[in-house]
């Protein structure tokens, strides 16, 4: 069952997207949903490395600039971000806002936070929870041309 948290960034999720600790969440891997032109869902998967919330109310997302993501970003511009861990599940609501920053073969999008919501088990599900979120390797190397390149673009102002 989701409850809402409201339209911005609770701070441990601030913390969490903030890339504060970006080398423990390294091998994580979030979902992000965008819209296709025929209203269909468009899952794709980030890691922590693409994305950066720049504020509470702000995420930076960095993805390939001809992408199919990316073309839902700039043209339906709704996103919902996947949080999926063993402590918790987020679903961030989002829109881009703005003309995305090209740096090909990149494009930073500026996400709004329009609601956030938390899902819990309910009670009928007796304790069900996630173990574990979605991981993957090996992990991008912080210093090599693509991350470094990535961080520079979603640090960029």
């Not at 409201?6 to 601030?14: C, E, F, Q, V």
């Not at 600039?65 to 339906?76: D, P, T, Y």
């Not at 041309?145 to 640090?155: C, E, F, G, I, K």
Request: glycine share 8%; net charge negative.
């Amino acid at each position: 069952m989701s409850r809402s948290l409201g339209a911005a960034l609770p701070p441990d999720l601030l913390r969490a997207l903030s890339q504060s600790d970006l080398t423990a969440r390294l091998g994580q891997a979030l979902p992000l949903i965008t819209l296709d032109a025929a209203g269909r869902p468009h899952p794709m998967l980030l890691s922590y490395l693409e994305l950066l919330a720049a504020g509470p109310e702000v995420i930076r997302l960095v993805v390939g600039a001809h992408g199919s993501s990316a073309r839902n970003l700039a043209e339906r511009g709704a996103a919902t971000l996947l949080v999926v861990d063993a402590e918790r599940t987020v679903y961030v609501k989002c829109r881009a806002h703005g003309q995305p920053l090209v740096a090909a073969p990149l494009a930073r999008f500026t996400l709004r936070v329009e609601d956030v919501l938390e899902d819990s088990a309910a009670e009928w599900e007796g304790g069900a929870r996630i173990t574990s979120g979605i991981v993957y390797g090996p992990p991008l190397a912080l210093d090599s041309d693509p991350a470094r390149t990535t961080l520079a673009l979603l640090h960029q102002d």
